[in-house]
């Protein structure tokens, strides 16, 4: 039984372990995976086995969600006699993966809704990067975040209530690409589905806990420097489950986009 602790790595580094978790359960000449989700909103995960590993009889779920706080079981089977086998391949390169949090069939953005800029009430901040920004809002996950600039120490806000899903506070460093998973950041799910990130925040600049309802306009973190950013800023974006971004606009904004260079100040 050695052999599946390849696969408990497997689970851990692929599936973001501050998260997600995983059990086993063996019944005679099979050993069953199941995962549970530890966030407060709802995963969702693709799994798909390389066609030259099939020889090796794993069998898995290909498409699941799993609601927040629950578990879902007998995700991977495989089979005792090829354990060995297995532990000797990098399971990391067996399967196409792919694990977002929401579910998108609970996941549909409420267009009406006006949001609150993200800082504090009678403050104003520019906007260095908006919609579809050239150097780094191009992709689907990104291409409708809004950058502002507030300074280290700024205080960050909640845009809109819901309620704390994922909070990361203990990273330190800034600078490319490879640091674009060591941001700290808070995701807040709303009740249309939809999540708001809140990123390069401080370290340990975070004045809410998983699982705590906020609401909107409360103070949730403190502006930092960390992550793939070249200097201090507030990153904003709003997701579909899919990791889907889509288009928002803000209270004594209605139906404007907020444009780079330009300031915008919170009313009070």
């Not at 030259?52 to 089977?77: H, P, Q, T, W």
């Not at 297995?86 to 809704?113: C, E, Q, R, V, W």
């Not at 950013?229 to 986009?257: C, M, Q, W």
Request: charged residues 25%.
């Amino acid at each position: 039984m050695r052999k599946l602790l390849f696969f408990l790595l497997f689970i851990s580094t692929g599936l973001n372990a501050q998260g997600i978790s995983h059990f086993r359960e063996v019944q005679e000449d099979t050993v069953y995976i199941g995962l549970r989700n530890n966030y407060y909103a709802p995963y969702n995960f693709k799994l798909e086995l390389k066609k030259e590993y099939e020889y090796l009889g794993i069998r898995y779920k290909d498409y699941f969600v799993i609601a927040a706080n629950d578990s879902i079981s007998n995700v991977l089977a495989l089979p005792v006699k090829k354990l060995k086998e297995i532990g000797k391949l990098d399971l990391n390169n067996i399967f196409h993966l792919n694990n977002t949090m929401g579910d998108p069939a609970n996941s549909d953005h409420d267009d009406n809704y006006l949001y609150a800029l993200p800082y504090k009430k009678g403050k104003t901040y520019k906007v260095t990067q908006g919609f579809n920004g050239k150097k780094s809002h191009r992709s689907v996950r990104s291409k409708y975040a809004i950058d502002f600039n507030l300074r280290i120490g700024d205080t960050v806000c909640a845009a809109r209530e819901g309620i704390v899903a994922l909070v990361q506070k203990d990273f330190t460093e800034h600078g490319g690409r490879e640091y674009i998973n060591k941001a700290n950041r808070i995701i807040i799910l709303h009740s249309d589905g939809t999540t708001a990130s809140y990123v390069h925040l401080d370290y340990q600049g975070t004045l809410v806990k998983p699982g705590e309802h906020v609401k909107k306009g409360q103070p949730i973190g403190i502006s930092g420097l960390t992550g793939f950013t070249g200097g201090p800023h507030l990153h904003f974006v709003v997701r579909e489950a899919g990791d889907i971004s889509v288009p928002v606009y803000f209270e004594a904004y209605e139906n404007k986009i907020l444009k780079k260079r330009k300031s915008y100040t919170r009313p009070r």
